[in-house]
């Protein structure tokens, strides 16, 4: 519904992939007991509808980032709540730079991105690193080597487990990486126009796989399924592409209404690929005191 609170449809959202999980649960109970092929063909039922939903959840979250910021803003508590339900805190968690925002602009915010690659690419480094490490490895020969460890690895502990402490360190610095590039309109339009070219590489691909699978069409069982699953491939890609362009946008929505109200954007004859899907991406602007009276008689009876 075009009116209705985010809140809302999380809730209803945590609610259907926590019934979907107990299912779940039930069902995999059931297929341990009798490996039924039948129970599992339901797993993977259930399993297709939970990821269906998360997808929709993902998509919600950008499409009311703006709404989303506010909730941070004006109801701190809550938005903990969100963050720790079990259903949609992962999904918080994931896409943080939907509700925090870097107070870094120009040649900081790209000195910070610049320090967080270079402390990625050391953990890579440390990471391959420990792959060819048989046994433990202690705290001292790590960090003389890997400095960027320092304070993060205590004692002594087997190879296996600092690579996945390195590789846990990794998704939060991608996370912060994500969150100081969303916030800067020059990183944004650097990453977008990136996408841009890459997805027009996809649609020349995808345009090639057409073309194979309709001249194969007719010529042999393998060689159409070759070409179809060529072209299934290609589009995915697309459509892979275009949906991240348009997340891009709406992750900042004062950017994305910064290029919808450019002047020229009636004036020009031929607009730019940038334009062109700034103008196809519907994002949810709110009335700050409107949506705060919504808020705190939602939160008042809840």
């Given at each position: 519904m075009k009116d209705e609170l985010l809140v809302d449809y999380l809730e209803e959202a945590s609610e259907y992939l926590r019934a979907k999980r107990e299912e779940l649960m039930e069902f995999r109970r059931q297929y341990e007991?009798?490996?039924?092929?039948?129970?599992?063909?339901?797993?993977?039922?259930?399993?297709?509808?939970?990821?269906?939903?998360?997808?929709?959840?993902?998509d919600h979250l950008y499409e009311n980032a703006e709404e989303l910021?506010?909730?941070?803003?004006?109801?701190?508590e809550y938005f903990e709540v969100l963050l720790e339900d079990e259903e949609i805190g992962k999904i918080l968690k994931k896409k943080k730079f939907l509700y925090r925002q870097s107070k870094l602009k120009g040649d900081?915010?790209?000195?910070?991105?610049?320090?967080?690659?270079?402390?990625?690419r050391r953990l890579r480094d440390a990471k391959k690193f420990l792959e060819t490490w048989h046994g433990t490895i202690t705290e001292k020969q790590l960090t003389?080597?890997?400095?960027?460890?320092?304070?993060?690895?205590?004692?002594?502990?087997d190879s296996w487990e600092v690579i996945t402490k390195i590789k846990e360190l990794d998704k939060e610095l991608k996370k912060e990486g994500w969150v100081v590039i969303v916030s800067s309109k020059e990183l944004?339009?650097?990453v977008i126009e990136k996408f841009i070219i890459r997805l027009k590489r996809a649609e020349m691909i995808y345009m090639q796989a057409k073309a194979k699978y309709d001249q194969a069409k007719g010529k042999g069982s393998v060689t159409e399924y070759s070409a179809l699953k060529s072209l299934k491939k290609a589009e995915k890609r697309r459509?892979?592409?275009?949906?991240?362009?348009?997340?891009?946008?709406?992750?900042?929505?004062?950017?994305?209404?910064?290029?919808?109200?450019?002047?020229?954007?009636?004036?020009k004859k031929k607009k730019s690929e940038l334009e062109k899907f700034a103008e196809k991406v519907g994002m949810?602007?709110?009335?700050?005191?409107?949506?705060?009276?919504?808020?705190?008689?939602?939160l008042s009876v809840s």
């Open positions: 007991q009798l490996y039924d092929k039948d129970i599992r063909e339901e797993m993977d039922i259930l399993n297709g509808e939970i990821n269906k939903k998360k997808a929709e959840i993902t910021r506010y909730i941070k803003k004006y109801f701190p900081e915010a790209v000195h910070k991105l610049v320090e967080i690659t270079n402390a990625r003389a080597t890997y400095p960027i460890l320092k304070g993060k690895i205590r004692g002594k502990h944004i339009l650097q459509e892979h592409l275009k949906r991240m362009i348009g997340h891009l946008l709406l992750a900042n929505p004062e950017f994305l209404s910064t290029l919808k109200k450019q002047k020229s954007w009636l004036q949810k602007r709110i009335r700050e005191k409107t949506w705060l009276e919504k808020m705190n008689k939602k």
